[in-house]
């Protein structure tokens, strides 16, 4: 799962780092929640809960059957 976890970060990244910010995968539970570290600009930024749910979640979701959730640490 971790590996398809990663492919499905490679798409959003290029969105991120247009803007200064970008995604680091940090773990992979066996039931499902993803830990995402959000970096540079996406770091405190006012939008990030929003990046995260509406386009990062989504797209690993469509991308990886299995994720429960997904959480910014």
Do not use: W
Not at 30 to 54: F, I, N, R, S, W
Request: glycine share 8%; proline share 4%; aromatic share 2%.
């Amino acid at each position: 799962m971790k590996e398809k976890i990663e492919a499905a970060l490679e798409k959003v990244k290029p969105f991120l780092l247009a803007d200064g910010g970008n995604v680091e995968l940090v773990d992979v539970s066996e039931d499902g929640v993803v830990k995402l570290k959000l970096t540079g600009a996406c770091y405190g930024c006012p939008m990030a809960t929003m990046t995260l749910h509406q386009s990062i979640e989504r797209v690993l979701r469509e991308e990886v059957p299995g994720i429960k959730e997904v959480i910014a640490l």
